[in-house]
């Protein structure tokens, strides 16, 4: 099993930055890749960014030149620096431990981002 926690986020300004940071324990070693998610209210859940288990990273058009994802290794920490904060960046951001086949992914129980105008 892999127990996801994310943190970092809050109320800030537009235009604002925010490192958004998710702490992976257990089965580590099994996970192929991590992404961030989020989920605006009254919205589907959709993909931000993932970086791969050889630091491959992908990120969703709409933020790429605004968001980094990145990692550390001890502890296994991934992190999401998120900068140039508008208000439709307001989302639960979800941390997911994306597994091999044949099991299923993990998730963290969200943080919340909140970009006032």
């Known amino acids: 099993q892999v127990h996801l926690v994310e943190s970092g986020g809050g109320l800030v300004q537009a235009g604002g930055s925010l490192r958004l940071s998710c702490v992976a324990s257990?089965?580590?070693?099994?996970?192929?890749?991590i992404a961030w998610y989020r989920q605006a209210s009254g919205k589907q859940r959709e993909w931000v960014a993932t970086i791969n288990s050889d630091d491959t990273v992908a990120y969703r058009d709409s933020i790429k030149d605004r968001f980094t994802i990145s990692r550390e290794n001890a502890p296994n920490t991934v992190y999401l620096q998120v900068n140039g904060l508008k208000p439709e960046d307001t989302a639960v951001y979800y941390c997911?431990?994306?597994?091999?086949?044949?099991?299923?992914?993990?998730w963290g129980q969200g943080t919340q981002v909140t970009v006032s105008s």
């Open positions: 997911n431990a994306h597994m091999p086949s044949g099991t299923p992914d993990y």
């Open positions: 257990g089965s580590t070693r099994s996970i192929n890749a």
